[in-house]
């Protein structure tokens, strides 16, 4: 089975068509994308000439070129948070925090998320073991503000990054997309008009349905990037393939865990470069 961390050993020359199907299935890929695949074929493969292929659906025009987040080099450097109920955005808020931190930046975070009456003490206390001050706000106020004050709070006390939890649900009576909006402008306000990022949160176990979900954040909000999490729950990665081909937007990290270390980059050619061995493996 595929696996991200598994080395797959002895490596064919080519395969048929029946069985690229089978394999392709088996690593989760949307059946959508393996018919694209299929049809681009004849009735056996070359790694050569697969790798091509997924090159077209994984990356922009040549192979040279990647899909990579915009440079943008304001400060505070602010990174708002997105994605549906239980995706894992406080636990990456608290990853991505550790790793800011360990490349000598000060960072805050902001409890945005004050729909949930645990979340602010989630993060908050992520932000205790990091040693990561925390600027939340009671239950039920209001996202936006407590957007507005960590972003103030960061230019304040001279701060690196700040780092922007949200609700990945809300009441019904308040939409969700329009929240997001006014979240997203209200940071942009904060910066004086500079840019930030927006990071979409993905759990990797959901397939389908995240990418579903995902259209509609990257709709309401420019999306910038994605970190697709709990990727130890799962042997098949399959589902980044949907996601980039479809949303062309780069995947910025993978979770493998709930620790605060258990976070990846995430490296495209390697990505690709296992998928192959898998689908082109003599077992
Ligand atoms: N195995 C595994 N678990 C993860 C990973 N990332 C997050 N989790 C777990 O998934 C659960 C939900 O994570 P949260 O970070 O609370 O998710 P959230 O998107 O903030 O959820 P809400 O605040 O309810 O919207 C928690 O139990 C996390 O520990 C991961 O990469 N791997
Ligand atoms: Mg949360």
């Given at each position: 089975m595929f696996s991200f961390f598994k080395n797959i050993g002895r490596q064919s020359e080519t395969i048929t068509k029946d069985l690229l199907e089978e394999r392709l299935i088996e690593s989760d890929i949307e059946y959508e994308i393996v018919e694209k695949i299929l049809d681009s074929i004849g009735n056996k493969t070359t790694r050569n000439e697969l790798e091509v292929i997924l090159i077209s659906l994984l990356k922009k025009e040549s192979f040279y070129d990647n899909l990579s987040i915009r440079e943008i080099d304001s400060r505070p450097l602010v990174y708002l948070i997105i994605g549906v109920n239980g995706a894992g955005k406080t636990t990456t808020i608290a990853k991505l925090g550790n790793i800011k931190k360990n490349e000598n930046k000060k960072v805050i975070f902001g409890a945005?998320?004050?729909?949930?009456?645990?979340a602010s003490s989630q993060l908050c206390a992520w932000g205790e073991r990091l040693d990561i001050p925390c600027i939340s706000s009671k239950f039920g106020a209001d996202p936006s503000a407590v957007a507005f004050d960590t972003i103030n709070a960061a230019k304040a006390r001279n701060i690196d990054v700040a780092i922007v939890d949200t609700a990945g649900r809300l009441d019904n009576k308040i939409n969700l997309k329009n929240e997001l909006i006014k979240i997203s402008n209200t940071c942009k306000k904060a910066l004086n008009n500079n840019d930030f990022y927006k990071i979409l949160v993905i759990d990797g176990t959901q397939g389908t349905q995240a990418i579903n979900q995902a259209r509609i954040f990257n709709e309401a909000l420019n999306i910038d990037g994605i970190v697709i999490t709990k990727m130890d729950g799962t042997s098949k990665g399959g589902s980044l393939i949907s996601i980039i081909s479809e949303l062309?937007?780069?995947?910025l990290y993978v979770g493998?865990?709930?620790?605060?270390?258990?976070f990846i980059k995430f490296d495209i050619d390697w990505y690709l470069k296992n998928l192959l061995d898998y689908i082109f493996s003599k077992n």
């Open positions: 945005g998320d004050t729909f949930r009456a645990a062309r937007l780069p995947i493998i865990g709930e620790g605060k270390d258990d």
